[in-house]
């Protein structure tokens, strides 16, 4: 199974775009990021914290050589966020209807294949997989 | 059976496989009641579970994860830093290949113009099987040893014969097998010090010309750059080409120690825009060249060829070979007697030459290493009395100038070497020419690659490699008692151990035919 090439840079670049977006919110400091890193116990420092890590995985999503891991980077950050709105957040988050968690299954779906076709790109690993 | 202390991987990867789920969910609670933080290894351990599934259960490539998980990996990792590893701390001086450390920082420390006396003794082993030069009692004056001089074509009677002034040349590598900046370097270097470069097989020599230093044309068995559309030779590109002022020599390349009997080989990877227009080839495919020249099939057609180059070219033209079958030269030079043929030039390439990309068993198994050719081809040309119709080039790890004054005891008139220069050049001998990964940029194309090689002081460390050299080379005639390098010979060499083809001559190191230039003068009244 080969992903074609378009499709694979346009998951990129959905991934990279609403992660990069979601890491200016934190870096502003938004009322809805203040209010759910108030309520996971981790403002301001983890806010921040997230933010630098989603903004490398974003801007490592628009290269070809580093989108592997910057997807894994990706995968993690969402991964985090679906355990916060498992345990604390609950789907409708700060009145926003389900958003938030929509755009957390889009950036998974997309960096997922991104990670799967371009795995061998990764460090030290990449080579067995 | 298995002693105590002896580590049974296979418990510890069955504890680790239920170590990383109940680590998993211990993290979990804590992230959950104590602080979110903690999700951060939660993650961690969640991907490492999953990396770990699907090592034992869903790739079947590797046994040693399938049955071991994710902790076989560290296998993996230290395999892939073995060399680095191994290149740094593990291997000693003598045991890297081709070229071990020694020999590698003796080009470097000339290269960098650094002095290169050692203490307390040496590394290498006094076991009989050694090639060692012998020295005389009564060593020649250093500032009395004539100046190197060796003049290409004249036998021939070349109005164009091109005059060697120093007895190592740049051998050839091609622009696409090296980087526009190796070749650049390279040729400024040669420029600077005054010696000829080979353009090695890569079509018409554009950078190299923009540097004028004093170039040998190579012509590989595609003939890139001077071809015609089936393989053949287009003999107006040649004479044009021939025709610069800066290429002074046409070499005709029969075949490659690295590779005999297999043409060159041009990844994919390495094929720039530039290159695929330099050579006349595709950029979406390796590009292989033919095994021989389309035109020599036999000796006789050979010949004619040379001949045919030689009158295209108007300038000297010579041969490149690896020797294979002593019995097929001889059969060469016997029909360059009868048609009264000569190349201006032999050079004979032993099977340790490198390459920029070749297949292993090539490299490895198929040739005969320079020590045996060389002695196997002089013999056949003194005894076809046929010595003096030509000059004789070698090549083959002839990296340090002790090792080239073995060759030219040997019989060779001027030795080749690319590696040598290569090494000057900053070459760490990574390994990676055939790859485009080239860590210092010398045998790349990737530009972000080629970037860290600076032009102007490679080529310098390219001149002081060769006045190093050549500062050694007059001691070392000096230390052996001749005045002129055309002294050397082979009763300059101790060498009990060389086999074959070899031994005749080191056995009778005086030379019975009177036509061997040079090498029945007795220097310094020593005999
Ligand atoms: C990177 C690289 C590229 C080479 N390209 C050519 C070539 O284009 N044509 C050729 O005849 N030999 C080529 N050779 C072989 C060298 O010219 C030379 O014959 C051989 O390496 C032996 O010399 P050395 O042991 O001093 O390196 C190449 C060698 C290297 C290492």
Redesign the interface.
Known sequence: MKIPKGVLWSCQIVAAMIIGFAAVTKFVGTDGSVFIFSA???EPF?RYLIGAIELTAASMLLTSGFAAIGA?FA??TM??AT??HL??LGLDVDGDAGARVMMLSVVLTTAVPVLIARRQNLP??G??? | MASAASINLEKIARFAQLAVPVALVTV?FV??FF???F??L???L??LFL?DL??RHG?K??AL?TNFGFLA?AR??TE?IGPELRQYLFSDDLTERPFNRLERAEVYRKAKGQDSTAAFGSQMSFEADEVKLRHSMYPTAADSIAPFELTVGEERGLSTAHILRFPVMISAMSYGALSVRAVRALARGAKKSGITMNTGEGGYPKHHLEEGCDLTFQMGTAKFGVRNEDGSLHEEKLHEIAQKAAVKMVEIKLSQGAKPGKGGILPKEKISEEISELRGVPMDRDVISPPHHLECTDASSTVRFIRRVQEAAGIPVGIKLCLGHPGEFEGLVREMKSQGVFPDYISIDGAEGGTGAAPRSFMDDIGLPLHSALPAVVRILRAEGVRDRLKLFCAGKLISPARQVVALSLGADAVYTARGFMLALGCIQALQCNANTCPVGITTQNPSLVRGLDVEQRSQRVRNYVDGLHHDHVALLSSLGCGRFADLSERNLFAPALAGVAAEHVHHPMPTNPLDRGSMTVVGGVS
Request: without cysteine.
């Open positions: 996971l116990g981790m983890g894994l995968i993690g991964l985090g355990i916060a345990s604390y030290l690993i080579s067995t997989l | 979990a992230g959950h602080s979110f933080y999700h951060f939660t993650v961690t969640l991907l990396l699907y090592y790739q490539e590797h994860l990996q993996y990792l892939s």
